[in-house]
């Protein structure tokens, strides 16, 4: 492209008798012999003052008011089209200028073409302004949409406490809360054995008797409705004591009785087997309620009662209680020769416990470590293919009871994708009979801090504890618990969804897909504990146990 100012132009000729003519658009191969010039403008400096919106005089050349031309005006002598400017006066920084009357014979259309070619120069820039413009509005859209994910629940300054409740309470309809352990069937084996016809669970068991009277009970139907819970773990436990006798008989009756109120029950309660299930039973507006299996006495040390047991709906196992099992040591050192090495220390898992987890694997069973020894969790979580479970436990950093999760298990839970589920009850909170609310929170929030917000949970212990936490008094201050998160420990709602809920159902779900992994790789185990043990072989190929 050749600049205007490239071009050798015309001299400037002074007429007294003839209006001023100036050449507009000078271009090489037009006849400009009969154009008189008035200025020596370069173009861009023309298109400037045509675009000015002042009236100032611009260093002589006048404004924009002296280039207004009317196009399609035709020659006499020719059908070429003529730009004609009107003769006007203007007043510009204070004195009267005279302004051109006429300009014939120019070429309208090379004067467009130039301004074109002018805005054509111009418009990259525009558009380049624009698309940033854009761009940037786009970010701030996207920073405005992040910044709310990360804080999304209004300033609790802004809410009054039924506010804040109408929050916490949509976070629980949208998310079922998923409670980790009840033992409110081991209540009915004590105080009515078993008999439903004797209870009502609809009632307010506050004034019923003999529940009304006892420390160890904190669960109904109707204060459940009120702690808005979603998902019930119902725990069929039986004692220590029971094991090598009746163990396996007594936790088929506690399975039976929790499968029977449920469906006693089937306007409040829903039986499930699946994390699938507990989403469509929260749904329909039910309480999700899937059954625990605490204590590996209660498999009777077979790998067959175990696949009974899962047949049945039980859908996680804690691999100990108080006592310790062949296969397995718990939190609390026993004299088992199963458990100890030749130097009298635990070892956790035996080869034939190992053997189980990953059976429990094969199954679908959640391996729940609550209880167990730190060298149990440390084989266990060696062992497992799929995540595990905490289902009531707390942070030993906290309180330095041996029922709670020690700093590096956490760590290595994470790495496993679990979750430990916090448990109310106040001597693993504050290593005393006391304890409140903000101190549940602590382990809360120390379990939050080392394994990350996705492996935490709650698991209360109702009915299986005689002692309960200021404020966590039953089943219906889990809206309260989850208000003091947002109003001191500024919580937000995406994590208080994975803590309620989120959490254990994303790894019931990686439970699942393992299970369905396995399915065609491994074969049910078909291993006994004698196995593991001395042996004397008879001549009819019977054995002895040599223990």
Same mark, same amino acid.
């Given at each position: ?28 191969? +037009? ?45 006499? =002598? ?23 009357? *006429? ?40 920073? %405005?949409?992040?910044?709310?994910? /990360? ?15 109408? !929050? ?15 033992? +409110? ?14 209870? &009502? ?44 006798? =009746?163990?396996?008989?007594?936790? +088929?009756?506690?399975? #039976? ?26 749904? *329909? ?50 004299? &088992? ?20 987890? *990953? ?11 609550? @209880? ?61 009979? %006391? ?63 994975? +803590?309620?809920?989120?959490? !254990? ?6 439970? /699942?897909?393992? *299970? ?23 001549? @009819?190929?019977?054995?002895?146990? #040599?223990?």
């Amino acid at each position: 492209m050749i600049r205007e100012s490239e071009i050798e132009r015309p001299r400037t000729v002074e007429s007294s008798t003839s209006p001023t003519r100036w050449v507009q658009n000078w271009s090489p191969g +037009l006849d400009h012999s009969n154009y008189e010039v008035a200025y020596d403008i370069d173009l861009d400096l023309q298109y400037h003052i045509q675009h000015c919106p002042c009236t100032c005089n611009h260093l002589g050349y006048g404004n924009y008011l002296d280039y207004q031309a009317a196009c399609g005006i035709e020659n006499e =002598n020719s059908s070429v089209v003529h730009c004609t400017l009107d003769e006007r006066r203007t007043h510009c920084n204070g004195s009267i200028q005279r302004t051109i009357s *006429r300009v014939e014979e120019l070429n309208c259309s090379a004067a467009q073409n130039s301004y074109k070619n002018y805005e054509f120069q111009l418009r990259p820039c525009i558009i380049g302004i624009g698309v940033a413009m854009v761009i940037i509005i786009i970010c701030l859209v996207i920073s %405005a949409c992040i910044s709310e994910s /990360e804080s999304d629940l209004p300033s609790s300054s802004s809410l009054g406490p039924e506010g804040r409740l109408d !929050v916490v309470r949509a976070i629980l309809q949208e998310v079922p809360l998923v409670d980790g352990h009840n033992d +409110l069937p081991w209540n009915l084996k004590k105080f009515v054995h078993n008999q439903l016809y004797k209870v &009502n669970l609809s009632a307010d068991l506050r004034f019923v008797e003999p529940w009304s009277k006892s420390k160890w009970s904190h669960t109904d139907l109707q204060r459940m409705k009120i702690g808005m819970v979603g998902a019930q773990f119902w725990s069929a436990f039986v004692p220590c004591e029971t094991q090598y006798k =009746n163990a396996v008989t007594l936790t +088929l009756e506690q399975i #039976d009785v929790i499968k029977r109120f449920v469906k006693i029950y089937k306007d409040e309660l829903e039986f499930v087997t699946s994390a699938a299930g507990v989403r469509e039973a929260h749904k *329909r507006g039910r309480i999700a309620s899937l059954i625990g299996l605490e204590g590996g006495h209660s498999l009777g040390d077979s790998l067959g009662v175990l696949r009974m047991y899962y047949d049945l709906g039980v859908r996680y196992l804690t691999l100990t209680h108080k006592c310790d099992t062949l296969w397995a040591s718990c939190c609390v050192v026993g004299n &088992n020769p199963a458990v100890l090495n030749g130097t009298g220390k635990v070892r956790g898992l035996t080869l034939f416990g190992q053997g189980i987890v *990953r059976e429990m694997n094969r199954l679908g069973m959640l391996v729940d470590l609550s @209880h167990t020894s730190v060298h149990t969790m440390e084989d266990a979580l060696n062992v497992t293919r799929a995540p595990v479970i905490f289902s009531h436990a707390s942070a030993y950093a906290i309180c330095n009871s041996n029922r709670n999760v020690p700093d590096h298990i956490l760590k290595k839970v994470a790495l496993n994708g679990g979750v430990v589920m916090v448990t109310f009850y106040p001597y693993f909170i504050s290593c005393d009979t %006391a304890s409140t609310m903000n101190q549940v929170i602590a382990h809360i929030n120390h379990i939050r801090d080392v394994a990350g917000e996705d492996h935490v949970g709650l698991g209360s212990g109702y009915d299986g504890i005689n002692y309960t936490t200021s404020g966590l008094e039953d089943v219906s201050h889990f809206p309260d618990l989850l208000n003091t998160l947002i109003v001191k420990h500024n919580w937000t709602q995406t994590q208080m969804k994975k +803590l309620v809920g989120l959490n !254990v159902l994303r790894v019931f779900q990686k439970v /699942e897909k393992i *299970r369905d992994e396995l399915k065609n790789e491994l074969l049910p185990d078909e291993d006994t504990i004698l196995a593991h043990y001395h042996y004397k072989k008879l001549p @009819h190929d019977c054995a002895v146990h #040599d223990l």
